[in-house]
């Protein structure tokens, strides 16, 4: 699997940001996607992550705030509201497959200014 990150850049604080992560390869052994984010001297966390079937899960920091759709079997989407200059930072969207096999995505950045 191939993961391409798409839809950063820089945005005012209170504003609004869609990323998207298409997928390409095997994507019908994908069984989860996910959205983790690395800050500037921080290490990467999750963001927000969503599975084949089930309820997504947040960050405590981005819930009421984010959301992660699976729109469908290649394409994942992450709606940011009301950004916070502490959500800055590169965005890289992840899958696992139920072969085993953990893709990560190049990373997109997010600026967000106060």
């Known amino acids: 699997v191939q993961l391409q990150a798409s839809g950063g850049g820089l945005v005012q604080a209170g504003g609004s940001l869609r990323l998207s992560c298409v997928a390409t390869g095997s994507i019908f052994s994908i069984t989860s996607m996910g959205w983790y984010r690395q800050a500037p001297g921080k290490q990467r966390e999750l963001v927000a992550a969503i599975p084949s079937s089930g309820t997504p899960n947040y960050a405590d920091s981005v819930k009421g705030r984010f959301t992660i759709s699976r729109d469908n079997a290649w394409k994942m989407s992450l709606q940011m509201n009301n950004l916070k200059p502490e959500d800055t930072a590169v965005y890289y969207c992840?899958?696992?497959?139920?072969?085993?096999?953990?893709?990560w995505g190049q990373g997109t950045l997010v600026t967000v200014s106060s």
């Open positions: 992840r899958s696992y497959a139920y072969t085993g096999v953990d893709s």
